[in-house]
């Protein structure tokens, strides 16, 4: 039988490298972002390897997050496995210089979000007693670094949710997961510096990962057997030693 996914942040970065790797081994998706244009993109490119189902929804409303995934068709009803991937950095500023709206989208997309998701498709997985949910955190949720703050905070709640919801569901037979990458070449430095060009100097000097890396290992962990969790999973690339240490070319 099939399995069906369920990605948030679908437009871009790791959810869309994850539909695509997921597609590849024809399962199932429901693919969900704010930018409609771009969903539509991808379900053409995907359709022929797979059923996919887009839903056009903000995390942060939690409205709109029930009534989405409410109005699924019968077909994509039951959800096998969760990915929690919308996520953003805003500024990158010290605590006393940061802007409350920064620190409203962090956490309102990050922790929020996350949770609403959650609360819309649990109760379904504790029904049946199945399930795997897959929360993607950061480096920065096991180590905080400088004006990294809010961001950190967040990623650190992020990573705190996670191991609840082990522990709670644990009982049901439901697999939690947390997959964690370092840096990331995708558009996040981008809408963290809001378009600045210091966002073109991060990934500049060394190989930094790709979403297409931690797409192939967020479908290593939800194909392992029935009996292995990977609970928690660390991914840097290998010029990356944490969240400070980056050995770039001179």
Known sequence: MKKTAFITGATSGIGRATA?????????????????????????????LTQ???????????SEVFSAID???????TIDILINNAGNAHGLDPIQEGHLDDWDAM?????????????????????????HIINIGSSAG???????????????AVLAITEG???????????????NPGLVETEFSKVR?????????????????????IAEIIYFVVSRPTHVNIADLL???TAQANSVTVKKDE
């Open 107 to 131: 956490m309102d997309i990050n922790v929020k979000g996350l949770l609403y998701v959650s609360k819309a498709i649990i109760p379904q997985m504790t029904e049946r007693q199945s399930g």
């Open 193 to 213: 510096f809001k378009g600045d060009v210091k966002a073109d100097a991060v990934y500049k000097g060394f190989k930094a990962l790709q979403a297409e890396d």
């Open 142 to 156: 096991k180590e905080v670094y400088p004006n990294g703050n809010v961001y950190c905070g967040s990623k650190h």
């Open 52 to 62: 996919v189902h887009i839903l056009h929804f903000d995390v942060r409303d939690k």
């Open 71 to 77: 109005s699924l068709p019968e077909a994509f009803k």
């Open 235 to 237: 991914v840097f690339p």
């Open 20 to 48: 695509i790797e997921f597609a590849k081994h024809h399962i199932n998706l429901i693919l969900c972002g704010r930018r409609l244009e771009r969903l539509e993109i991808l379900k053409k490119e995907l359709e022929p």
């Open 165 to 179: 919801m082990r522990l709670d569901l644990n009982k049901f037979g439901i697999k939690v997961s947390a997959v």
